[in-house]
Nanobody
Framework: QVQLVESGGGLVQPGGSLRLSCAAR????????MGWYRQTPGKQRELVAS???????YYADSVKGRFTISRDNVKNTVYLQMNNLKPEDTAVYYC?????????WGQGTQVTVSS
């Protein structure tokens, strides 16, 4: 089993920044892609960004140029640096990890962008 522990959400004004962290614990050997998804009420969970163990990154068009995903393979932690936040970025953000064909999810962390 893999446990994903997220931190770093909160309330920020438009144009501000937040950094999300997600630490993988448990049976972490073999974790490949890690990523961040977000979800708002009544909508499907959507992929924000993902990164492979070899640091190949993918970004949704809506966050390109504003968000940066990175990972520390020694600490088994993935980060999401979010800059120039907009009200439409408000959502619950979920960490995700793939290990040998199985998908694991964190508990979610709320990000609210509001003045």
């Amino acid at each position: 089993q893999v446990q994903l522990v997220e931190s770093g959400g909160g309330l920020v004004q438009p144009g501000g920044s937040l950094r999300l962290s997600c630490a993988a614990r448990g049976n972490i050997f073999g974790i490949n892609t890690m990523g961040w998804y977000r979800q708002t009420p009544g909508k499907q969970r959507e992929l924000v960004a993902s990164i492979t163990r070899g640091a190949n990154a993918y970004y949704a068009d809506s966050v390109k140029g504003r968000f940066t995903i990175s990972r520390d393979n020694v600490k088994n932690t993935v980060y999401l640096q979010m800059n120039n936040l907009k009200p439409e970025d408000t959502a619950v953000y979920y960490c995700n990890a793939e290990r040998i064909g199985k998908i694991y999810w964190g508990q979610g962390t709320q990000v609210t962008v509001s003045s």
